[in-house]
Nanobody, 121 residues
């Protein structure tokens, strides 16, 4: 199965910024919607942003106006620019090809290792 590798996480103060990267295999970005998900221990993994093959974007209300998803097909990389970070954004972040089905986003690929984002004073 296709492998995705996330990077760019770290420790940042509230109000700070980080940019996450997701290395995707082959030409998947040109034919699939890609999503960024996050998960905290004990809770489900939820999508926070998605970008379609034609670069239509979607954001969860919790990150709208603060996060920006983008991609570079030539580099096979999806990005998540995160600004005005809040402690509530602390989570492990993952990328995955995704589809919107029956009112919810569904991951369709295998999970990578994720990258940890910690927002703390």
């Amino acid at each position: 199965q296709a492998q995705f590798v996330e990077s760019g996480g770290g420790l940042v103060h509230p109000g700070g910024s980080l940019t996450l990267s997701c290395a995707a295999p082959g030409s998947i970005l040109s034919r699939s919607t890609m999503g960024w998900y996050r998960q905290v221990p004990g809770k489900q993994r939820d999508l926070v942003a998605a970008i379609s093959a034609s670069e239509i974007t979607f954001y969860d209300n919790s990150v709208k106006g603060r996060f920006t998803i983008s991609k570079d097909n030539a580099k096979s990389t999806v990005y998540l620019q995160m600004n005005s970070l809040e402690p509530e954004d602390t989570a492990t972040y993952y990328c995955n090809p995704s589809t919107y089905l029956s009112g919810t986003w569904k991951p369709t690929g295998s999970w990578g290792p994720g990258t940890q984002v910690t927002v703390s004073p």
